[in-house]
């Protein structure tokens, strides 16, 4: 007649952030690769105003990153009260 203590939940990390972290992290590593490049040949991204190179350079990484999120499948927890599903 007494009710179950409250049931325990493993709290997985969904398959959304994995891909959002690892291509944060790895376009990340490509752009500052790329930028080692440009760094010896400045002409490349010359004809870029200072403050758009600012502002863009750290969107392609927080993009491609929104891209892998989105794309990536939902984890289930089947685990979980319909409720809270």
């Given at each position: 007649m007494h009710a179950d203590p409250?049931?325990?939940?493993?709290?997985?990390?969904e398959?959304?952030?994995k891909a959002m972290t690892l291509t944060a992290y790895l376009s990340g590593v490509a752009g500052m690769a790329v930028l080692?490049?440009?760094?010896?040949?400045?002409?490349?991204?010359?004809?870029?105003?200072d403050w758009v190179e600012a502002i863009v350079l750290p969107l392609v990484p927080t993009a491609l990153a929104?891209?892998?999120?989105?794309?990536?499948?939902?984890?289930p927890r089947p685990d979980l009260p319909s409720a809270q599903r």
């Open positions: 409250e049931p325990t939940y493993s709290r997985p990390v398959t959304k952030v080692q490049v440009v760094s010896a040949d400045p002409s490349l991204i010359s004809w870029l105003p929104a891209v892998a999120g989105f794309k990536a499948r939902h984890t």
